[in-house]
T-cell receptor, first 116, second 110 residues
Framework: GAVVSQHPSWVICKSGTSVKIECRSLDFQATTMFWYRQFPKQSLMLMATSNEGSKATYEQGVEKDKFLINHASLTLSTLTVTSAHPEDSSFYIC????????????FGQGTRLTVV | LAKTTQPISMDSYEGQEVNITCSHNNIATNDYITWYQQFPSQGPRFIIQGYKTKVTNEVASLFIPADRKSSTLSLPRVSLSDTAVYYCLVGANQGGKLIFGQGTELSVKP
């Protein structure tokens, strides 16, 4: 199947700093990518939909100024957690769908963010 | 977006067939049903997708009744490595967003 790669797999940062997470579709193009957050023992929560060449669409309750999303190309979307705090510590996962309209979505391996 | 309801957890033993049922009473005409598997600290992995009737691939079968208000994921002869959380999702394709429900935590015992 198609591959979606996230980088880094894990990151530890100090409170108040910003962290950028990359999501790449390696063998297909994606006009739309999705960012999720998952806390321990909970399901994935959709944070935002990243659209290539336009502004991201955020889900209700997600601060767009805190979670900056950029989708500069058909194979790359980035999520920047700005002024991170310990409560932002979570597992962040991206997914993407093939531009050709294939039916399934592919997920990255996730990024474990720990804010200390 | 159609909401899904699944059992929170299930237990099974190695070699048994496991059936996980998902309810999606307000599924829309253009919605597909997709199942994902997730291991701890990993992203979800696609298992199977269907629209109606029965779909089978090398790892699972998906049964969808005529009214499409529910679906059943069937895992034949599970092994310990099938211990994971299984999510049923309902949504339109062509870029439509996928909303995850609570999932079913399957525990396979020796």
């Amino acid at each position: 199947g198609a591959v979606v790669s996230q980088h880094p797999s894990w990151v530890i940062c100090k409170s108040g700093t910003s962290v950028k997470i990359e999501c790449r579709s390696l063998d297909f193009q994606a006009t739309t990518m999705f960012w999720y957050r998952q806390f321990p023992k909970q399901s994935l929560m959709l944070m935002a939909t990243s659209n290539e060449g336009s502004k991201a669409t955020y889900e209700q309750g997600v601060e767009k100024d805190k979670f900056l999303i950029n989708h500069a190309s058909l194979t790359l979307s980035t999520l920047t957690v700005t002024s991170a705090h310990p409560e932002d510590s979570s597992f962040y996962i991206c997914s993407a769908r093939d531009i050709r309209g294939e039916t399934e979505a592919f997920f990255g391996q996730g990024t474990r963010l720990t804010v200390v | 977006l159609a909401k899904t309801t699944q059992p929170i957890s299930m237990d099974s033993y190695e070699g048994q067939e496991v059936n996980i049922t998902c309810s999606h009473n307000n599924i829309a005409t253009n919605d597909y049903i997709t199942w994902y598997q997730q291991f701890p600290s990993q992203g979800p992995r696609f298992i199977i997708q269907g629209y109606k009737t029965k779909v089978t691939n090398e790892v699972a079968s998906l049964f969808i009744p005529a009214d499409r208000k529910s679906s059943t994921l069937s895992l034949p002869r599970v092994s310990l490595s099938d211990t994971a959380v299984y999510y049923c999702l309902v949504g339109a394709n062509q870029g439509g967003k996928l909303i995850f429900g609570q999932g079913t935590e399957l525990s396979v015992k020796p």
